[in-house]
């Protein structure tokens, strides 16, 4: 049996990506793909080569939708750069695709469950990560250009901060852990950035 006469390979990325995003990369079977993308195994090896590379297909989608998510949330538009940032931190555990709790976030599911084993996937992992520190670092220059944040600590020190905070909110939020306490440590981090402005407003 060839392909649905239908078949739309950017629906079978998005629908890969979703199942991928549930279960994993291990955990995901080439019968799992063909049921979900409605695919027989000789179509889906056809159109895809493998299941290999329909992970790096959906992995790449997911980077650039969450990189275009986090870039619209960080743009401060004036607005107080804690404030954002808190804003954002809370919406990153707050906010399941789907309606779905306990997804966390698909870069950071991968790069727990794959590490470097794969230098493919690594790659990509490091590249998203990268786009986050970046995103940080603007965010926390802005602040400071304004007056908003005060001038220690060191910046890059500051964007490790934030970052291995993001990250541990996303394996914190998968495993389900109470939205107070992981709110809580956002402020804490937030506090540790010195801020002028959302300190005398708090």
């Not at 809580?184 to 981090?189: E, K, L, Q, T």
Request: charged share 25%.
């Amino acid at each position: 049996m060839g392909r649905p006469r239908q078949f739309d390979e950017q629906d079978a990325v998005n629908s890969a990506t979703e199942l991928f995003w549930r279960r994993g990369y291990y955990a995901t079977s080439v019968r799992d793909l063909g049921d979900a993308l409605k695919l027989t195994p000789s179509s889906l090896y056809r159109t895809f080569t493998d299941k290999h590379t329909l992970f790096l297909r959906a992995l790449d989608h997911y980077r650039s939708t969450d990189s275009a998510q986090a870039e619209q949330r960080l743009d401060t538009g004036g607005r107080p750069v804690c404030e954002v940032l808190r804003e954002w931190m809370l919406w990153l555990i707050t906010c399941p695709a789907g309606g779905e709790p306990g997804r966390g976030c698909f870069v950071v599911n991968t790069a727990t469950e794959l590490g470097t084993a794969d230098d493919q996937i690594h790659q990509r992992t490091e590249a998203a990560f990268e786009v986050t520190r970046r995103a940080l670092r603007s965010v926390l220059v802005e602040g400071r250009a304004r007056g908003e944040l005060s001038a220690g600590p060191d910046l890059d020190d500051a964007v490790e901060l934030l970052f291995t905070t993001v990250l541990g909110l996303r394996v914190r939020e998968r495993a389900g852990h109470d939205l107070d306490r992981l709110t809580a440590a956002i402020d804490v981090a937030i506090r540790a950035l010195g801020p002028t402005v959302c300190a005398n407003n708090d």
